[in-house]
């Protein structure tokens, strides 16, 4: 997946999880295939809501005046989006993996995390800061991006994952 994708629309992923109700009746396992493939439906989801969040964000910033403007922009762009990727790590969580998968899907999680963690973080230092110059500084400092290519990373992971199983999905995974 994209990585903007596996960063905006957990929303509609926790609710397309709530509504269909993952796995059996009894709440077992789901099976491999099942797994990889909710897997991709909240991927889709999320991608739908990034796609939505980031339309906002450039009318934002063509409607932006001033560099307060800018900050603001980014600001909302960032908590809208931590929102989001929540949902979506959150999705995660709650899919109820076969047993050969429950290692993989934790480490998805925890690296889901991170990436939240990193970009509530962002988010706290550009609401706190005055100047362009400090804004700059605040984009080009912090782990943000190397969190998310970890997070990332896990795309690459559950795309071999379920080729190996012989599930056809495509995670549309963003190259690096």
Known sequence: MRQRRWLGAAVAAALTLSAAGCGDDDGGQLTTEEFFVALEVLGDDYEATSEDLEASFEESMVTATSAEDTIAAFVSFTEDGSGALEGFVDGIAELNAPS???????????????????????????SEVSSEDEFEAVLAGGDTQEVFDRFNDICYEAQSLADDAGVVVDYECEEE
């Not at 050969?100 to 973080?121: H, K, M, P, Q, Y």
Request: charged share 30%; proline share 0%.
């Open 100 to 126: 050969e998968l429950t290692e993989f899907r934790d480490r998805a999680v925890s690296a889901g995390r991170a990436a939240i963690d990193s970009l509530n973080d962002m988010t706290t230092a550009l």
